[in-house]
């Protein structure tokens, strides 16, 4: 995961042509607050060339669907056909308070863009009047390939990845829940009539290497409370059995209660959210998500700074050598 720390793209771009020569081999970005992630993917494409781009995720409702198939059409060009678009339905603040977008429908809104992108790639004329798209005429100059990935946590989303997607983007998805979760995915793949086991699993892994366990937890809670209060984050942990602690920390951080979001951070939920620990145990979990069903782990270094990001980067730069895959994640993880 390219880090969004300012100056963000001069940061990011540096920091990926130096992590690509020591064995990354694909660059995957999410965008909040800090780099837009389509200028910043075409700089990546050029410095790293040969390298994958992945977005995993952007929000969907932030820009229109013209402008996502524009963007990616671009990248696919620009990364040699190695750009896979990711898209999520993102949260509240983002879509429809920082952006002024609808924050509805979102089972809908996500069909409906997806269909919608895979006729444009096709090179189709896209014609669509539906529930929450309408779209008149819009065709690319050319046919492209794109994987389409979707970002999703809870039940309807997963199976909708299942059903139509190329894949999935999961986030804050602890090991022991990769079967519930991907058995939503693949339950929507045969549901659909689809073979699960083309389906790509790409995992967000939050990594602290820190020098105790108890220390990196305290990192993942003072980062993640937010998180686990609102929407779908809060739904996705009360699913997956961590049910108290989710609406401890969803009723704290309403009464603004900050101190009281990060008491509810059980360590249990705080070693669901990120890895965290000494290199020997941060290690040991990276390799458990790669043999338990992920196919790409894409690490978020929780570090201060852009040398102490490096320095996370270098150190697991070899992380899953020697792991091997006879199955796609969803396989692997549901079998």
């Known amino acids: 995961m390219v880090p969004s720390q300012p100056p963000v793209a001069q940061h990011a771009v540096a920091l990926a042509k130096e992590m690509c020569g020591k064995g990354y081999d694909e660059l995957w970005l999410a965008e ?19 390298t994958r781009i992945g977005m995993g995720v952007l929000p969907l409702a932030t820009r229109s669907v013209m402008i996502h198939a524009l963007g990616s059409y671009t990248l696919s060009e620009l990364s040699g056909g190695r750009f896979s678009l990711g898209l999520g339905i993102s949260s509240e603040n983002i879509v429809r308070d920082w952006a002024g977008q609808p924050y509805d429908k979102p089972i809908a809104r996500m069909r409906e863009a997806l269909s ?3 006729k ?39 199976r909708l990845a299942g059903a139509v997607a190329d894949g999935v983007v999961l986030n804050m998805v602890p090991e022991h829940a990769l079967p519930q979760v991907l058995g939503e995915v693949r339950r929507g793949a045969e549901e659909a009539g689809r073979d699960p086991t083309r389906l790509e699993v790409v995992a967000r892994l939050h990594v602290c290497v820190a020098p105790s366990i108890d220390v990196g937890r305290d ?11 609102v929407g779908g984050y809060n739904r996705f942990f009360q699913w997956i059995g961590m049910e108290q602690e989710a609406l401890a920390v969803k009723d704290a951080f309403a009464r603004g209660d ?7 951070m059980s360590p249990r939920l705080c070693d669901a959210i990120g890895i965290a620990g000494d290199e020997a145990h941060v290690r040991a979990r990276i390799r458990a998500y790669a043999e338990q069903g992920v196919d790409v782990c894409v690490l978020n270094p929780l570090a201060s700074g852009a040398a102490a990001q490096k320095a996370v980067f270098a150190q697991l730069a070899d992380v899953l050598s020697g792991i091997t895959f006879g199955a796609n994640g969803v396989m692997r993880a549901t079998a």
């Open 32 to 50: 909040v607050n800090a780099a837009e992630c389509y200028a910043l993917a075409g700089a990546l494409s050029q410095a790293c060339p040969g």
């Open 116 to 118: 919608a992108l895979r």
């Open 120 to 158: 444009a790639f096709a090179g189709e004329k896209v014609q669509l009047a539906g529930e929450t798209l309408s779209m008149k005429n819009f065709k690319l100059p050319a046919k492209v390939e794109v994987p389409l990935l979707v970002g999703a946590l809870n039940p309807q989303m997963l």
């Open 219 to 229: 990192v993942v809670r003072m980062a993640f409370g937010p998180y686990v209060a």
């Open 258 to 264: 900050r101190a009281g979001v990060a008491q509810a």
